[in-house]
């Protein structure tokens, strides 16, 4: 996927980068550090919205903690991102366009991340249970999101209005926040990860507090 946006990408977008990131890998890094870090939060979305339908089992049989799913959820998906994204760091110290100790900043964005995914992927796999039409419409919501998302085009190409319009997607500062480490160089605008910060801690309360109220009701609906 990776290779297909920048094929058809790469020469408009190219010309649309900052200075910093004008090599000949500048829109790779760019394009990587967004797709990449969206892969992973689909990944835990996905899972925990299907997590209780898929354990149906477990929770009817079994007496276990039930954070132990979500907990799961967002071990796997982080294991799958750790390998993928090594290479991809292997790959900026090879091209020499590591960005050096700045790169560390990246974990606190993605613990943001990462807290913004379980919190809504609870939630909604909460509301799958009683209601599995909400499955199917995440799916189709996914795709619309991550082209409302600058992910493989660059925000500045957009009218200013629209741009404004994307500061309600919490996911646009995420992508800024990992696009400026990563294809930058520099640190990020904190200020842009707080709406994702917010809603994540908000969602998992949510998501939770449904869990706990509803559990004897969702093992008798699964």
Known sequence: MILVYTIIFSQIMQAKLPGATAGAFGYSIYLCAGVLTWGMFVEILSRGRSTFIENGNLLKKLSFPRLCLPTTVVAMALLNFSIIFGLFT???????????????AIFPVLIIQVLFAIGLGITLGVLNVFFRDVGQAVDVVLQFWFWLTPIVYVKTILPEDVQRLMVYNPMT???????SILAHGVMPDWQGVLPALFLGVFFCFLGMRLFQKHSGEIVDEL
């Open 90 to 104: 292997i790959f900026l110290v090879i091209s020499d366009n590591f960005p050096g100790w700045i790169y560390f």
């Open 173 to 179: 500062g995420l992508m800024d926040a990992y696009q």
